[in-house]
């Protein structure tokens, strides 16, 4: 089929300071959330984006933003499904983060992931 089409770019503002974790193999990632609004004429309307950033990229993150940061994200929807030990089925899709740029001003990169297929060496993440 070739080249993936599964491609992402989004501006917002976090809405609390990102959290830093590790996948059962020890691999560090960033969970932040991100909001952005638009105004329809009357009132601004707001959407809420679930993130997520791993490696090198993610600690990056966890260290440099903080709530409010604006910040242009490229990236890739993943969805993620899982089984509780209730026997429940779950659901959750983020946005998983390729590059990082915050605006404070003047445009500042983050970071880049390294490669594209950062969220696919066998990690997961659950809420």
């Known amino acids: 089929m070739g080249e ?16 830093i974790k ?6 560090h990632f960033a969970k932040f959330n991100i909001s952005n609004s638009e105004f329809d004429g009357e009132k601004y309307n707001a959407s809420f984006f679930d993130c ?5 990229l993610g600690e990056s993150i966890y260290r440099k933003l903080k709530r409010g940061s604006i910040v242009f994200i490229a990236g890739k ?28 001003g003047a445009l500042e990169t983050i970071a880049v992931a390294a490669g594209s297929n950062a969220d ?7 809420p």
Request: with cysteine; hydrophobic share 30%; proline share 2%.
């Open 22 to 27: 590790a996948t059962g193999a020890g691999v």
């Open 120 to 126: 696919e060496e066998g990690y997961y993440i659950t």
């Open 52 to 56: 997520v950033a791993f490696g090198e």
């Open 77 to 104: 929807i993943k969805q993620y499904r899982w089984t509780d030990r209730n026997g429940e089925k779950h659901e959750k899709i983020n946005i998983v983060v390729m590059e990082c740029t915050e605006s404070t």
């Open 4 to 19: 993936s089409t599964n491609r992402l770019f989004i501006e917002g503002r976090l809405t609390a300071d990102p959290e």
